[in-house]
C-alpha cells in the first residue's frame, strides 16, 4: 500500500517535470521583446521625425512553439513550417504629426530582415482613420518567397507583423479548393 | 567589404532599374493590358484598397504550389499582373466614372476586347471584358470595371491563359462556370 502511495506520488513529480520541461522549451521558442521591430521602428522613426513609437506589446514566435500551436490545430494550416512569427504593437505619440503610409519607404524599414530581400507591397488599404500594407519579401537569385511583413495603422496604434519561414504550405492552404470547405460546411 | 557597400551594391541596383522599366513596357504593351488611367483620375483619391501581384511574384507562387497543385501552377503560371483598385467615396461622382466607363468600353470594342457583361441598373453600372487570342484559344486579359454609388472598382489580369487551363482550374475549384468554358470551346 504504502509502495502503491509512493508510485503514485512518483508519478506526480514526474509529471511536474515534464511540465517544467515542455513549459521551459516552449518559453525558449517564445519571448516579449520587440528587439526584432527596433530596426523598423527606428526607421520608421527617422522618416517621420515627429512621431515616437513607444512598445504596447510585443511577441515572437519561433518554429518550435509554432510547431506545437499546429499541434494543437490540428494542422489545419499547417503553420509548422514557419521559422518566426513576430507581432509587436506600438503606440504613436506625436504632437498631431500623423503617418502616412505612401510617405514610408517599407523597403528601407525592412532592410535589416536581409540584404538579399528584394520587399514588393501586394495589398495596400487606406480607409479612414486605418492603413494596412502587406510586403512580400523575395529572394531573387533563390527565387524564394522567404518573408511577409503586415504594417497596420489604425488611429494611433501601429501593429507590425514579421512571419519568416517556408510558405508553401500556407499558400497550399490558402488555395484550397472551396469546394472542399463547401462539401466540409455542407456535411456539418 | 566597404568597396562592397558604397560601389557595387549601388551600381547592382542601378544595373536593375532598365529590367525593371523595360518589364513595365513590355506589360503596356501586352494585349491584355488596359490603363484605367483617366477612371482614377476622376477618383481623385487614393485607392481604398490596391492589390498588385506582378511576375516575379506569381512567378514564386507557381514554383511553391507546382508540386502540390499542378493545375493552380499552370493557370498562375500564365499571369504577369493581377491588379485591383477599390475607391470607396461618397465624393466621387459616379455618373461622371460611368460615363468615363462608357467611352473607355468603346475604346475596348475598337481594340478587339470582348464584352462578357455590361450592367446598366438605376446607378449601377458594370462592365466585363475579355481580350482573346485571335483563335480564341487563349485569354491574354481580363478588365472589369464596375461603377456604384461610393464605391468604384476596377481590376486588370493580365497574362497569356489558355482556357483549358481556365477549366482545369473551375474543375479543381469546383466552379462548373469555368468549366463550361472547355465545353463551349469544343
Known amino acids: 500500500m504504502d509502495y502503491h502511495f509512493n508510485g503514485e506520488k512518483e508519478t506526480v513529480i514526474m509529471k511536474k517535470i515534464l511540465l517544467v520541461i515542455v513549459l521551459t522549451q516552449l518559453a525558449a521558442c517564445m519571448s516579449f521583446s520587440d528587439r526584432s521591430f527596433r530596426s523598423a521602428r527606428n526607421s520608421i522613426q527617422e522618416q517621420v521625425p515627429d512621431i515616437s513609437l513607444e512598445k504596447e506589446f510585443a511577441i515572437s514566435l519561433g518554429n518550435s512553439m509554432l510547431g506545437f500551436l499546429d499541434v494543437l490545430t490540428l494542422n489545419e494550416t499547417d503553420i509548422s513550417e514557419l521559422d518566426h512569427v513576430q507581432l509587436a504593437i506600438y503606440n504613436v505619440e506625436s504632437d498631431g504629426q500623423k503617418i502616412d503610409f505612401n510617405e514610408i519607404d517599407f523597403s528601407d524599414t525592412l532592410r535589416s530582415r536581409g540584404e538579399n530581400l528584394y520587399w514588393e507591397t501586394i495589398v495596400r488599404v487606406r480607409k479612414e482613420g486605418e492603413q494596412v500594407w502587406v510586403l512580400v519579401g523575395m529572394d531573387v537569385e533563390r527565387n524564394s518567397l522567404d518573408a511577409v511583413s503586415v504594417f497596420v495603422l489604425e488611429n494611433s496604434e501601429l501593429v507590425m507583423i514579421n512571419v519568416d519561414g517556408d510558405f508553401d504550405h500556407i499558400i497550399e492552404f490558402a488555395l484550397r479548393p472551396a469546394s472542399d470547405r463547401r462539401r466540409d460546411n455542407d456535411a456539418s | ?186
Open chain 2, 1 to 186: 567589404m566597404k568597396i562592397f557597400k558604397n560601389v557595387l551594391a549601388p551600381l547592382f541596383c542601378l544595373s536593375l532599374i532598365p529590367v525593371v522599366l523595360a518589364a513595365d513596357s513590355d506589360l503596356e504593351s501586352h494585349l491584355g493590358y488596359v490603363d484605367f488611367s483617366t477612371l482614377t483620375a476622376i477618383a481623385a483619391i487614393e485607392p481604398t484598397v490596391e492589390i498588385s501581384l506582378k511576375a516575379p511574384l506569381l512567378n514564386m507562387i507557381t514554383n511553391l504550389i507546382r508540386s502540390e497543385d499542378e493545375e493552380a501552377a499552370e493557370f498562375i503560371s500564365k499571369l504577369m499582373r493581377v491588379t485591383v483598385n477599390v475607391f470607396e467615396s461618397d465624393d466621387i461622382d459616379v455618373d461622371q466614372v460611368a460615363a468615363s466607363m462608357s467611352t473607355m468600353a468603346e475604346d475596348l470594342d475598337s481594340a478587339g476586347w470582348d464584352r462578357v457583361v455590361r450592367v446598366r441598373e438605376d446607378e449601377s453600372h458594370v462592365d466585363i471584358y475579355f481580350r482573346l487570342a485571335p483563335d480564341a484559344d487563349a485569354i491574354y486579359g481580363i478588365a472589369i470595371m464596375v461603377a456604384e454609388p461610393g464605391e468604384t472598382v476596377l481590376v486588370n489580369i493580365v497574362g497569356d491563359i489558355s482556357t483549358d487551363d481556365i477549366s482545369a482550374l473551375g474543375r479543381r475549384f469546383n466552379l462548373d462556370e469555368l468549366v463550361d468554358i472547355e465545353v463551349a470551346d469544343n
